[in-house]
C-alpha cells in the first residue's frame, strides 16, 4: 500500500510510544526520531494542501545519529519506517567513492537505491527515508594516500541531501530534494576528542571514569574534527546519541514480546509441533553473555540466540516431543541438555528427502506484503 501524506495525523508521542514496543531504551534517540518524522510528513503534508502558501517551510529535520555497534542506531530508522510505511533506503556508504576511483559511484547508488524503495513509484519517491550508513567511515581525518575520495564522497552527499536530479540506471530521473536523510556512524575514538575538550576546560580527563565519559555528549565541534565537513553537519540539524546497553537494558530487550529474539524461538520451535515454555533464567543468562566487555550489545544478543538453539532445531525437529521447558542448562550445557532430551524422546516419521520435482517451488506466489499500521492515538 502506498504512502499517502494526506492520511498522516500522528503526533509525535504516538510515534514514539508505537516504536517503544519494538525497541527498548534510546529514548532520546527515539523522542529525536519521532519529532523530526512528524516533522517532515506534517511539511509534505501541508506542502500538498496549499503548494502556493510561501509559509509553508520546505526544511528537512535530517538527523545524524552516532552510536556504538549494537545500539539500535541502524534499526531505529528502519523500524520507524516500517510503522508509518514510507519508503526506507539504506545505504552503506563504506564502498562509496568519487567517479572515477575504486568503488560504488555515490551518483549511481543513491538513485538506484531510492528508486527500488519506492517500489518503481515516481509518487513514492518523495516520501523516501534514506538512511546513510557508517558516514563516519568517510571522515576526512581517517584519509590515507590509498583513499583521496573520502572528502569528495562528502561533497557528493552535501549536494543529494541539499536536493539534486540525479537518473537511476534504467534512466527515471530523482529528485532528491522533499527526501529526508538520516546518517549514522560509530566514530569511534570520538570519545577521546570528549575527553581532551573536557579536561581543556579544567577537568582532570584521567578521573573521568566511563560512565561519565558516556554522559559526555560530542558536539559539533567534535564532529568536525573527527573529519566531516562542515557544511555537511549542518545538513542535520537533529544530533542524536544511542547508548550502550547495559545488563538490566539487555534483560528488558529479551523480555519484550515484540522484539525478535526470544518470541521468534518460540515461533521457530511452533512450526516443529513443539510448544516451549522460557524461564526467566534463560533471559538472565543471555543478557549477561552479551553484556560481557567484549560483547557488542543487541547486536550480540541475535548471534547468542542463534548458536544457542540451532542444535536443538535441527535435533528435535525429528522427535516425537509436545511441549520443552527451556532453562539455563539450554545456554550453560547445550550438548549435555540436548542428549538428555534425545534420550528421552523417540523419533518421528521419516519425513524423507525433497522431490527434484518440488511442488511448492513450482506453485509458489509471492507472498502479499505486510503493511504495518502504526498503532496508538491519531490526533
Do not use: H, W
Given at each position: 500500500m502506498a504512502f499517502n501524506p494526506s492520511a498522516f495525523d500522528y503526533r509525535p508521542d504516538t510515534i514514539k510510544r508505537?516504536?517503544?514496543?519494538?525497541?527498548?531504551?534510546?529514548?532520546?534517540?527515539?523522542?529525536?526520531?519521532?519529532v523530526a518524522f512528524w516533522q517532515h510528513y506534517s511539511r509534505l503534508k501541508r506542502q500538498q494542501e496549499q503548494p502556493l502558501d510561501p509559509l509553508v517551510?520546505?526544511?528537512?529535520?535530517?538527523?545524524?545519529?552516532?552510536?556504538?555497534?549494537?545500539?539500535?542506531?541502524?534499526?531505529?530508522?528502519?523500524?520507524?519506517?516500517?510503522?508509518?510505511?514510507?519508503?526506507?533506503?539504506?545505504?552503506?556508504?563504506?564502498?562509496?567513492?568519487?567517479?572515477?576511483?575504486?568503488?560504488d559511484n555515490t551518483y549511481e547508488i543513491v538513485p538506484d537505491s531510492i528508486w527500488r524503495a519506492a517500489n518503481h513509484k515516481s509518487a513514492q519517491v518523495p516520501f523516501t527515508v534514506v538512511h546513510i550508513d557508517e558516514i563516519d567511515k568517510k571522515a576526512i581525518s581517517l584519509a590515507d594516500d590509498h583513499d583521496v575520495s573520502r572528502g569528495a564522497v562528502q561533497n557528493d552527499f552535501l549536494s543529494i541531501i541539499d536536493g539534486n536530479k540525479m537518473a537511476t540506471k534504467s534512466g527515471v530521473v530523482i529528485d532528491t530534494a522533499p527526501v529526508l536523510f538520516i546518517a549514522s556512524?560509530?566514530?569511534?575514538?570520538?570519545?577521546?576528542?570528549?575527553?581532551?575538550?573536557?579536561?581543556?576546560?579544567?577537568?582532570?580527563?584521567?578521573?573521568?571514569?566511563?560512565?561519565?565519559?558516556?554522559?559526555?555528549?560530542?558536539?559539533r565541534e567534535d564532529i568536525l574534527k573527527y573529519g566531516m565537513l562542515d557544511q555537511l553537519v549542518r545538513r542535520f540539524p537533529n544530533i542524536a546519541y544511542t547508548k550502550l546497553y547495559d545488563y538490566n537494558d539487555l534483560y528488558q530487550i529479551l523480555k519484550l514480546k515484540k522484539t525478535p529474539f526470544i518470541s521468534d524461538v518460540i515461533r521457530d520451535f511452533a512450526a516443529l509441533g513443539i510448544a516451549v515454555t522460557?524461564?526467566?533464567?534463560?533471559?538472565?543468562?543471555?543478557?549477561?553473555?552479551?553484556?560481557?566487555?567484549e560483547g557488542s550489545g543487541a547486536g550480540e544478543l541475535m548471534e547468542l540466540v542463534n548458536n544457542s538453539f540451532r542444535d536443538y532445531f535441527y535435533e528435535l525437529g525429528e522427535r516425537q516431543i509436545e511441549a520443552v521447558?527451556?532453562?539455563?542448562?539450554?545456554?550453560?550445557?547445550?550438548?549435555?541438555?540436548?542428549?538428555?532430551?534425545?534420550?528421552?524422546?523417540?523419533?518421528?516419521?521419516?519425513?524423507?528427502?525433497?522431490?527434484?520435482?518440488?511442488?511448492?517451488?513450482?506453485?509458489?506466489?509471492?507472498?502479499?506484503?505486510?503493511?504495518?499500521?502504526?498503532?496508538?492515538?491519531?490526533?
Open positions: 508505537s516504536l517503544d514496543q519494538y525497541i527498548y531504551g534510546q529514548e532520546e534517540a527515539k523522542q529525536i526520531l519521532s517551510s520546505s526544511n528537512k529535520p535530517n538527523v545524524l545519529l552516532i552510536g556504538k555497534s549494537g545500539t539500535a542506531k541502524t534499526s531505529l530508522p528502519e523500524k520507524l519506517c516500517g510503522l508509518l510505511g514510507v519508503p526506507y533506503a539504506r545505504i552503506n556508504s563504506t564502498s562509496l567513492s568519487e567517479a572515477g576511483y575504486v568503488g556512524g560509530a566514530f569511534n575514538g570520538i570519545e577521546e576528542m570528549v575527553k581532551n575538550r573536557i579536561s581543556s576546560l579544567g577537568f582532570n580527563r584521567n578521573q573521568l571514569s566511563k560512565g561519565e565519559l558516556v554522559n559526555q555528549k560530542p558536539t522460557v524461564e526467566d533464567e534463560v533471559y538472565q543468562t543471555l543478557a549477561r553473555l552479551a553484556a560481557k566487555p521447558t527451556i532453562d539455563r542448562k539450554f545456554i550453560d550445557d547445550p550438548k549435555g541438555t540436548l542428549d538428555k532430551i534425545l534420550r528421552d524422546s523417540s523419533l518421528k516419521e521419516p519425513q524423507g528427502i525433497i522431490p527434484a520435482n518440488n511442488q511448492l517451488r513450482k506453485n509458489n506466489k509471492r507472498p502479499k506484503q505486510n503493511n504495518k499500521k502504526l498503532t496508538g492515538r491519531k490526533v
